[in-house]
């Protein structure tokens, strides 16, 4: 099993920034994709960004240029930087990674706890 732990949630003001952080623990050989979800009050859980073990990024239109997603292979940890945040990005935000226990063995997903930002003045 993996467990997820993400920190750095809370309430922020409009323009502000918060850092977001997720540490994997647990049977890991090796961690594929690793990521951030949100999902908004009445809505699906949907994506923010992802990063790879070779360091390529994916983001939502919406948080380009304005989040930066980074990992630490070593470290299992996945950050991500959000600045200039808007009332829009109010969710809970949700840690993700593709992980295998073992050399060969399938890759499974798993979803961190989620931790709450709130954007508001």
């Known amino acids: 099993q993996v467990q997820l732990v993400e920190s750095g949630g809370g309430l922020v003001q409009p323009g502000g920034s918060l850092r977001l952080s997720c540490a994997g623990s647990?049977?890991?050989?090796?961690?594929?994709?690793m990521g951030w979800y949100c999902q908004g009050p009445g809505k699906q859980r949907e994506l923010v960004a992802t990063?790879?073990?070779?360091?390529?990024?994916r983001y939502a239109d919406s948080v380009k240029g304005r989040f930066t997603i980074s990992r630490d292979n070593a470290k299992n940890t996945v950050t991500l930087q959000m600045n200039s945040l808007k009332p829009e990005d109010t969710a809970v935000y949700y840690c993700?990674?593709?992980?295998?226990?073992?050399?060969?063995?399938?890759?499974?997903?798993?979803w961190g706890q989620g931790t709450q930002v709130t954007v508001s003045s």
């Open positions: 993700g990674a593709s992980s295998r226990a073992y050399y060969g063995g399938d890759y499974s997903w798993y």
């Open positions: 647990g049977s890991i050989f090796s961690i594929n994709v």
């Open positions: 990063i790879t073990s070779g360091g390529s990024t």
